[in-house]
């Protein structure tokens, strides 16, 4: 609830913004630095603090920041593939919590983003291809978040679907595909949620930045859309001063001030731009300020990472697993018949709980899916594991399993945790007693201020020691990678020293890179240091720590021994994927296959047990081509920190599967309908227009591999007795029914999607569009009638020459069904 009722919350704001100065109203327009809005004391407006997200709370080792481990929830995509507003709404509650209980008030997120092609860097982040799936989604998100005290940041405001290039590209768009494709789900969410903030993207919209763009932010946003919020920037997309003031930009992201500050200040003095453009940017910002209730309450406590947060990750992940595929009924396992298990795949003993970028959380722990299996089947099935080949491009980042320090707090000084103790020295020479000790599970570290912790001068140094222990006796890779001086040494032995080049500021591939080989005995424990000083002058810190098997060419058998496990197994359960960092914020694949030689060894496997189970983690399509051979496929994308024990209690029925895809499958990366117009140079023409995802598969004829909507159930449903109004005034809504039976032997949920097409329209239309929902939960035998109710938008199109949107008369289908290729029933409504 808001804190300030909203009709005080106008006057409130007057009443301040009459009393500052130009300078305190230009302060307000920027960050105080990387993650915190500057306040003003005098008049009692406080500082808000911004956290990364949007499916966990991403802690930050900056000055002033809470450090520690956060729940891990399912990826973006994963969220929109339950199909489950109700569920996300609990989700975003508890992210709320989250980020409370870390200090912060504005959680960055969500990205409502269409997925316009399978190879966009950030697919995984966001929610759907379809407007009106992610726009539900999104609104039952920042409905969520917002309802517990803690705002929102809708982004990335717009057409930021890809990552190559983005902080200069622009997206050649018109104006219908503009409106119907890639506002859409904003405007839903915008208009129904009001969330605090509208983050605009780094790209440029028919040449002009997003965070200059008066078509965009003024016209549309505020003035067409109403929304009284603040337009933030992505941070470090701001490039002007006088322009993006003007075009609708009110916060500069991150502080200190680049382009406002100063340089806002004399334009206004100068004349070249009216203050009362700053009234309005400060008028907003006051206004969430004021939202927040800050000024008059103390923030909450919040909670992270409790009982409650993990079960309910689990639960979102078994909502949104997908079985794609299920010949013979394969799946559920029959624990009666099947007593070895086979698991096989370089996903399976680690897992994969996200994308790479800033969205990424480092959770407590992780549940693999090996793990899972174990912790649900222990005693019942004999659970045997080879990875059979490696899935990364490069070295992966050091695992926290391989290695443990003393935990801090211990009061008998013997247990120990996953990670490495990380110890700070308020010099750059590992001289005195450390400022700050913690744990880090994952040594990849980035962060732009001087020093990442209160108290440490601009130039310090970090020492991270524990002991390294190894699964199999064989040969392994160490490498170190440092932005500052730094040194890895092994049992006393220094085997890397590095610095990074001279000229900091030439960016991040200034920094050093070693590789070490090492030969590795298991049982064994190795002292492992890694030590980092920082540089003057150095602008960044980034530290990577990397570690994995390396066996000599010739010498890797992993292949064999997955085949023969394979071969004496009951059921092979296959666990494959991308690696984490694959799909990634800054860049996107470069193809669509699984790395590695992992579809030779499924294909190899398969042969070898027909039995045999493929679980992909990915957060956007992969090829498949060993479908033939396989008879049961389950899409897990990238499931969060509970993973392993969802996916082991889909794979044994005790939950039966009900996620749905939220983007089409293709079998060719050809077959995209944006395949012509992506990483197109300077100008990305945004070609295929409206038909964007199942509507050009549609469209064109196009069969996909899966299509959208698609996901299968242990049991069975049947849709009948479609009923709507059959005659109705254009603009007024139409009411819609259908009976859904479950005409299986078990419980499930059933995602009843309603389509419309319009056949006789003025202009070319897709063959059907989304326009409704509902996810049901039936028993065996039962039968529901569910209702749906149609508003004029379901049947519109956005006409460019009116500059309106436009529902014409004459006679429309209401399709529904399990998918979009899977329609069931229709009817026909007359629009008069």
């Known amino acids: 609830?808001?804190?300030?009722?909203?009709?005080?919350?106008?006057?409130?704001?007057?009443?301040?913004?009459?009393?500052?100065?130009?300078?305190?109203?230009?302060?307000?327009?920027?960050?105080?630095?990387?993650?915190?809005?500057?306040?003003?004391?005098?008049?009692?407006?406080?500082?808000?603090?911004?956290?990364?997200?949007?499916?966990?709370?991403?802690?930050?080792?900056?000055?002033?920041?809470?450090?520690?481990?956060?729940?891990?929830?399912?990826?973006?995509?994963?969220?929109?593939?339950?199909?489950?507003?109700?569920?996300?709404?609990?989700?975003?509650?508890?992210?709320?919590?989250?980020?409370?209980?870390?200090?912060?008030?504005?959680?960055?997120?969500?990205?409502?983003?269409?997925?316009?092609?399978?190879?966009?860097?950030?697919?995984?982040?966001?929610?759907?291809?379809?407007?009106?799936?992610?726009?539900?989604?999104?609104?039952?998100?920042?409905?969520?978040?917002?309802?517990?005290?803690?705002?929102?940041?809708?982004?990335?405001?717009?057409?930021?679907?890809?990552?190559?290039?983005?902080?200069?590209?622009?997206?050649?768009?018109?104006?219908?595909?503009?409106?119907?494709?890639?506002?859409?789900?904003?405007?839903?969410?915008?208009?129904?949620?009001?969330?605090?903030?509208?983050?605009?993207?780094?790209?440029?919209?028919?040449?002009?930045?997003?965070?200059?763009?008066?078509?965009?932010?003024?016209?549309?946003?505020?003035?067409?859309?109403?929304?009284?919020?603040?337009?933030?920037?992505?941070?470090?997309?701001?490039?002007?001063?006088?322009?993006?003031?003007?075009?609708?930009?009110?916060?500069?992201?991150?502080?200190?001030?680049?382009?406002?500050?100063?340089?806002?200040?004399?334009?206004?003095?100068?004349?070249q731009i009216d203050e009362s453009a700053v009234d309005e940017a400060a008028r907003r910002v006051l206004r969430m300020a004021l939202r927040s209730g800050r000024a008059e309450t103390a923030r909450p406590a919040g909670a992270v990472n409790t009982r409650a947060h993990q079960d309910l990750a689990r639960e979102l992940a078994e909502e949104s697993i997908t079985l794609l595929k299920n010949e013979g009924s394969l799946l559920p396992v029959d624990l009666t018949r099947t007593h070895t298990i086979a698991v096989i795949g370089p996903q399976a003993e680690e897992g994969a709980i996200g994308g790479g970028g800033s969205s990424f959380v480092e959770p407590p722990y992780r549940t693999s899916l090996i793990e899972g299996l174990r912790n649900r089947l222990s005693g019942q099935v004999k659970i045997e594991f080879e990875q059979g080949c490696d899935n990364t491009v490069e070295l992966p980042v050091l695992r926290a399993s391989c290695v443990t320090a003393p935990a801090l707090g211990s009061t008998d000084g013997a247990g120990r945790q996953p990670g490495l103790l990380a110890e700070y020295f308020r010099n750059n020479r590992f001289e005195g007693e450390p400022v700050e000790r913690h744990i880090d599970r994952r040594l990849d570290l980035f962060w732009s201020n001087l020093a990442p912790f209160t108290g440490l001068p601009e130039l310090y140094s970090v020492r991270w020691s524990g002991e390294l222990r190894v699964p199999a006796s064989g040969r392994y890779t160490l490498a170190y990678h440092c932005s500052g001086i730094g040194r890895l040494i092994l049992d006393g032995k220094t085997l890397a020293e590095l610095k990074a080049g001279e000229d900091p500021a030439s960016g991040f591939y200034a920094a050093g890179l070693e590789q070490v080989a090492l030969e590795l005995e298991a049982r064994k424990g190795y002292d492992l240091q890694v030590e980092y000083a920082r540089l003057p002058g150095d602008p960044y810190t980034r530290v990577k720590l990397m570690f994995g098997a390396a066996p000599e060419p010739g010498k890797d058998e992993r292949f064999e021994r997955a085949v023969e496990l394979a071969r004496r197994a009951d059921l092979v359960i296959f666990n494959a994927g991308l690696p984490e960092g694959f799909e990634s914020e800054g860049y996107d694949r470069a193809h669509m296959d699984l790395p590695g030689r992992q579809n030779e060894l499924i294909r190899a496997v398969a042969e070898a047990n027909p039995k045999t189970v493929v679980v992909i983690h990915a957060g956007s399509p992969v090829t498949m081509p060993w479908l033939d051979g396989v008879p049961a496929v389950v899409e897990a994308y990238y499931p969060g920190m509970e993973g392993g024990n969802a996916l082991a209690r889909v794979l044994v029925g005790d939950v039966n599967p009900s996620g749905k895809l939220t983007v089409t499958f293709p079998q060719r990366l050809e077959d995209t309908p944006a395949y012509t117009n992506f990483h197109a140079g300077r100008k990305v023409l945004y070609g295929e227009g409206i038909f964007v995802g199942y509507r050009g598969y549609d469209a064109r004829g196009v069969e996909p591999l899966f299509p959208f909507g698609h996901g299968l159930s242990y049991t069975r449903f049947e849709m009948g007795s479609l009923r709507a109004v059959q005659r109705a005034r254009a603009g007024e809504n139409v009411r819609v029914s259908v009976e859904v039976r479950n005409v299986g032997e078990r419980a499930g949920k059933e995602v009843v999607q309603v389509y419309v097409a319009d056949p006789q329209s003025s202009l070319p239309r897709p063959p059907k569009e989304l326009k409704d929902f509902q996810k049901v939960k039936l028993e065996p035998g039962e039968t529901r009638t569910l209702e749906f109710e149609l508003d004029a938008r379901a049947f519109a199109f956005y006409d460019p020459l009116r500059k309106d949107w436009v529902v014409e008369p004459g006679e429309f289908e209401v399709l529904v069904g399990s998918s979009a290729r899977d329609i069931r029933v229709k009817t026909a409504v007359i629009l008069d």
């Not at 991403?58 to 969220?79: E, H, L």
């Open 1 to 271: 609830m808001e804190s300030i009722e909203i009709s005080t919350l106008k006057q409130r704001v007057e009443e301040l913004l009459h009393r500052l100065t130009l300078k305190e109203k230009v302060a307000l327009l920027s960050g105080q630095d990387s993650w915190n809005s500057a306040p003003v004391p005098r008049l009692g407006v406080p500082s808000l603090t911004m956290t990364d997200g949007p499916h966990g709370v991403r802690t930050q080792p900056d000055p002033g920041r809470k450090v520690g481990p956060a729940t891990s929830f399912p990826c973006g995509v994963s969220m929109a593939a339950s199909w489950n507003p109700g569920l996300i709404e609990r989700v975003a509650e508890a992210l709320a919590e989250e980020t409370l209980a870390m200090g912060c008030d504005i959680l960055l997120g969500p990205c409502v983003n269409i997925v316009r092609h399978p190879l966009a860097g950030r697919n995984f982040e966001a929610f759907s291809e379809d407007p009106f799936l992610a726009g539900q989604i999104g609104t039952a998100w920042v409905k969520g978040v917002q309802r517990r005290g803690v705002g929102a940041s809708l982004k990335h405001f717009a057409c930021n679907n890809q990552e190559t290039d983005r902080g200069r590209g622009s997206s050649e768009i018109d104006e219908r595909s503009l409106r119907e494709i890639y506002l859409a789900q904003f405007e839903m969410v915008v208009k129904q949620a009001d969330p605090w903030t509208v983050m605009c993207s780094y790209n440029r919209i028919n040449g002009v930045y997003a965070s200059q763009n008066h078509h965009l932010l003024n016209e549309i946003l505020k003035q067409e859309w109403g929304y009284p919020g603040v337009v933030v920037s992505d941070w470090g997309a701001n490039h002007t001063t006088v322009e993006s003031v003007a075009g609708g930009m009110d916060l500069e992201m991150p502080g200190p001030a680049k382009y406002y500050g100063r340089l806002l200040v004399e334009a206004v003095e100068n004349w």
